[in-house]
Every structure is written in structure tokens, then in C-alpha cells.
């Protein structure tokens, strides 16, 4: 049983390998099984590193305008191939077409925009202050990398660092979620078919992903580690990473205010909040999390994402929850919040299988000491709470140890700006309810994360200055 995308084995150095064990991916509406997939183990994964190893010398001196090219094909590939992907995804997430055609886009989008950045890789050539030496630097691959993803969006993730990892010139073992490996998988082959070498990216999924990351970031051969994922894992890389002093990037998780002022144009907020809730049924690190209205507003914002929510149908236009254990964290958030006052004005149960499916669910009065206004929801439930002021408003706001993305709703450009600057958070979206693109400089503050993704920083993440003094 599997996937007609998704070829079986292990890909490393440009063949897939028979593995020794496989095991099921499963569609989360339906709850059924849609494909097996090869089930790396450590040893496996130390190969892969030997194959990323072998091929980083002629990766690193292959010119850039070559990786530019391949990716530029990749982009062109995805592009002609977005339909079987994205309902490739669907089967992985059980999600509604359309959105996986959404990440398919974006997915794509990385390639292109790397591919034009590949090439763009400068150094500088400067006098030293004395006068009497030249500071000459250029920027060169890292090395082999280690780049795990989660399954929120199992492509999207992927190509927003293999695609600034080849633009660099690195090499990289590429550990898929295990719930989401079949368009990683996918996006292996379609990369070999776009022209690159063999052993350039090695794709390794596996149930046991502690085992493999500890043989990987034991081997000294590595040099850098990129993972997104939940902020707990994060952590714990992040020290198993000391060891080898590693460089890291990490994309963590968040728990994002959607601040709406008194002066919003509520319309353009609601749009806004229905974006920034619903989209991948609120599985995004970039949910809006905590919806902090003025008291002004409240009952009209209330009232008319009420009216919205309450027509989104759940199978067509949200998905299904990852897997069971999802379901039940959220039941048990929206329980303790009603148990700490809050009132449910629309949802608040879980709907009966087959899938795991949860509503579109609005609730109101959430306090402060509820869990849901402290940790990521992940899941279709808004959380409104009321404050009097601005500056009550952008108190709580900012009162979580996480600073990935911020919202907020004002038709006042000045306290547009002053606001967006008082948010701790990597990105702030003014007036729109999605941040996310390839051009963009994605990435967060505080316990949200290390580094950048996509746009002209990007890049540097998988990039090592050398300096030259030259007489
Ligand atoms: P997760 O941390 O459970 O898993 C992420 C990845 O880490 C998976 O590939 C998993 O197999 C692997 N993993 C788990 N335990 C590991 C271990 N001990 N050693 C090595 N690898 C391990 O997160 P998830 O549930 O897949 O994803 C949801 C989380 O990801 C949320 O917190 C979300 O906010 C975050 N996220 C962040 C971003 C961002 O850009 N900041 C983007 C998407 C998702």
C-alpha cells in the first residue's frame, strides 16, 4: 500500500534504499491508513550523513548560477505538478483541497525565491581602519545540516530550508514529521528529477526520532541544525546541539495576540481573525491564539465572527485535527476554560468520527489564568478576551514567554506603528491576518525561536563568513 507520488525506501545518496521496517501513514479524516513508508533507523541515518558528507565538496564548488538553475526547475516542477501534491498533502492531513493547493504555492515559492538568491551571495572588500591591510570577506556553505520539520505543512516546512540550504551550498539529511512524510518524499524525487546530484539531500522518515537525531548531532561531521517544531523539542536540541557546537536555527511555537482597537475597521477584522484562526484548522504556529479586543468593540467583533465561523462548514472548509491525541488537548483546553468562566458561543464539543474533527468554536470572558490564553490551541477555537486601553491591551499581549507573530487591528497608522513596535514578536501583521511568505523574513523572539526563514535573511542561516586580511 502506497501513495502512486511517493516512491518507498530511504533516499540517500540518490537511490531509495529498501528499508528494514516500514510504517503507516494515516488520513486524519478518515482515521484509515493511506500509505507505508520506509522507517529509518539510526544507522540508516549516519549513512545518509556519509552520503551528505561525500557530497558537500562538489556541491560547495558547484557554481551558483547551476543551483540557482536547479531550483529554478524544482520551482517550475512543483508548479506543473501543484495538483497530485496537493492532493498528496490532503491524504497526509486530511485537509480541504484548496488549502493544500495554498501550500503547494507557497512550498513552490521558496524554490524560486531562493533560486534568485543563490546568486546573490556577496562578501566585502573593506581597508582596515590602520590603513595598511584589506579586510576581504566572502560567505561560504555551512556544511552538512540536519533539517527536521514538523507536519503542520509537511511541504511548506521542507522547501523553507532545503531551498536556502542548496541556494547556499550546503548538503542535508532532511527528517520529515512522521505523521507527514509523503510529500517530503515527494519533493525528494522531484529535486532529482530537476537536475540535482546524488547524496545533495538525503531523506530519512522515521518513527523513532530521538534515536536518529542523537546519532546525527553525535557525528561530527554535521554543522548545523534547522527544526521547527513545538518550542519543548526545540529545547532539548538545542542543548543535545552544545556538544558540537553547532549552528542552529530554530522555528518554535507560538501563541499570537490579535490585538482589535477601538478605531479597526471591524470588516477587515473579521477577515482578518478567520485567516489567522481557521487556516489548516488552526494548526499553525501563526494562529491567532489570543484574540484581545477593546471593550468598545467587542460586541460587534463578536458579534460578526460569530456570524462567520458559524457558516464555515467543517469537512469543506476545515479539516480534520492531526490525530486523536490533538482532539483531546483541545476538548481539554475549551473544558477548562469553561470551567474557569469563559462561555462558548458557538462549538465547543468535538463532532463524532470517522476523523478528528473539531468545530469552529467561539469563546467569550476567556481570563488570563485560563491554559488556552497560555498555550498554542492548535486546533479552530477562538478565545476572546476584553480590555479597557491600549496599553492594558498590549500588557497582556505581550505577558507569554513566546514572541513568534502579533495582529493587530487599528485605523490609526500611528498607533499602527507604535503598537507594532511595543510587541515582542519576530513579525507583526498590520491590518492583514497572514505574514507568511517566501520574500518575507520569517521567524521568532523570546522562547518562539532562533534565526530566520525565507526572504533576504534566509540564506544566512546556512552561510559561514570567512574574512581574509590581506596585506
Ligand atoms: P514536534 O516538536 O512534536 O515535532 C516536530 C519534529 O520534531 C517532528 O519531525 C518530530 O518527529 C521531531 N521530534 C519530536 N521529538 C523529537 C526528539 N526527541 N528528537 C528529535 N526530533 C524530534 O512538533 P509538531 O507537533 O510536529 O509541530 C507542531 C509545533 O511546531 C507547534 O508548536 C508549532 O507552533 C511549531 N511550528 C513552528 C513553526 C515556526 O515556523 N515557528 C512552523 C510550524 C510549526
Given amino acids: 500500500m502506497r501513495s502512486e507520488m511517493t516512491p518507498g525506501g530511504l533516499f540517500i545518496g540518490g537511490v531509495w534504499r529498501e528499508p528494514n521496517t516500514t510504517f503507516e501513514v494515516l488520513d486524519p479524516a478518515t482515521g484509515r491508513a493511506v500509505a507505508r513508508v520506509a522507517d529509518a533507523t539510526a544507522r540508516d541515518a549516519l549513512q545518509a550523513l556519509d552520503a551528505a558528507s561525500d557530497a558537500q565538496p562538489s556541491w560547495a564548488a558547484t557554481a551558483p548560477r547551476a543551483r540557482a538553475e536547479i531550483l529554478r526547475r524544482a520551482f517550475d516542477l512543483m508548479t506543473e505538478r501543484a495538483e497530485p501534491l496537493a492532493r498528496l498533502a490532503t491524504s497526509e492531513l486530511g485537509r480541504p483541497l484548496a488549502e493544500s493547493r495554498a501550500e503547494v ?11 534568485e538568491q543563490a546568486v546573490r551571495v556577496g562578501g566585502e572588500y573593506r581597508t582596515a581602519p590602520s590603513g595598511d591591510y584589506r579586510i576581504v570577506t566572502s560567505r561560504g556553505p555551512v556544511g552538512p545540516c540536519y533539517l527536521i520539520t514538523p507536519w503542520n505543512f509537511p511541504l511548506a516546512m521542507v522547501t523553507r530550508k532545503v531551498a536556502p540550504a542548496l541556494a547556499a551550498g550546503c548538503t542535508m539529511v532532511l527528517k520529515p514529521a512522521e ?4 510529500t517530503a518524499l515527494a519533493l525528494a524525487e522531484l529535486l532529482a528529477e530537476a537536475g540535482l546530484p546524488d547524496g545533495v539531500l538525503n531523506v530519512v522518515p522515521t518513527m523513532a526520532p530521538a534515536e536518529v537525531t542523537e546519532a ?3 557525528d561530527g561531521r554535521l554543522r548545523k541544525l534547522s527544526f521547527t517544531g513545538s518550542t519543548e523539542v526545540g529545547r532539548r536540541l538545542l542543548a543535545q546541539s552544545a556538544a558540537g557546537i553547532l549552528r542552529t ?12 482597537f477601538d478605531d479597526a475597521d471591524i470588516d477587515d477584522a473579521v477577515q482578518g481573525a478567520v485567516v489567522a484562526k481557521m487556516r489548516n484548522s488552526g494548526q499553525s504556529c501563526v494562529a491567532a491564539n489570543r484574540f484581545i479586543v477593546h471593550e468598545a468593540v467587542a460586541e460587534e467583533f463578536t458579534g460578526a465572527l460569530h456570524e462567520r465561523l458559524a457558516a464555515v462548514e467543517v469537512g469543506r472548509d476545515v479539516g480534520p485535527l492531526i490525530d486523536r491525541d490533538a482532539l483531546e488537548r483541545v476538548d481539554g483546553l475549551v473544558i477548562d476554560a469553561k470551567q474557569r468562566g469563559a462561555v462558548v ?3 465547543g464539543a468535538p463532532q463524532p468520527g470517522p476523523g478528528w474533527f473539531y468545530p469552529p468554536t467561539l469563546l467569550i470572558g476567556v481570563p488570563d489564568d485560563a491554559a488556552i490564553a497560555r ?7 477562538a478565545a476572546i478576551a476584553t480590555y479597557p486601553d491600549e496599553s492594558s491591551m498590549v500588557t497582556a499581549a505581550n505577558a507569554t514567554p513566546a514572541g513568534l507573530v502579533a495582529y493587530l487591528f487599528s485605523r490609526d497608522l500611528g498607533r499602527a506603528l507604535r503598537v507594532g513596535e511595543a510587541l515582542e514578536a519576530g513579525m507583526v501583521g498590520i491590518n492583514r491576518g497572514l505574514v507568511s511568505n517566501a520574500a518575507a523574513p520569517f521567524g521568532g523572539v523570546k522562547q518562539s525561536g532562533l534565526g530566520r526563514e525565507g526572504g533576504i535573511e534566509g540564506i544566512d542561516e546556512y552561510l559561514e563568513v570567512k574574512y581574509l586580511a590581506v596585506q
Avoid: H, K
Fill in 105 to 115: 504555492a507557497y512550498a513552490a515559492d521558496f524554490l524560486r525565491w531562493f533560486s
Fill in 249 to 260: 536555527s530554530m522555528e518554535l511555537g507560538g501563541n499570537a495576540p490579535f490585538l482589535v
Fill in 345 to 347: 458561543r458557538l462549538g
Fill in 216 to 218: 546525527l548531532l553525535g
Fill in 375 to 381: 498555550q498554542e490551541i492548535f486546533g479552530p477555537v
Fill in 179 to 182: 505523521a507527514t512524510p509523503l
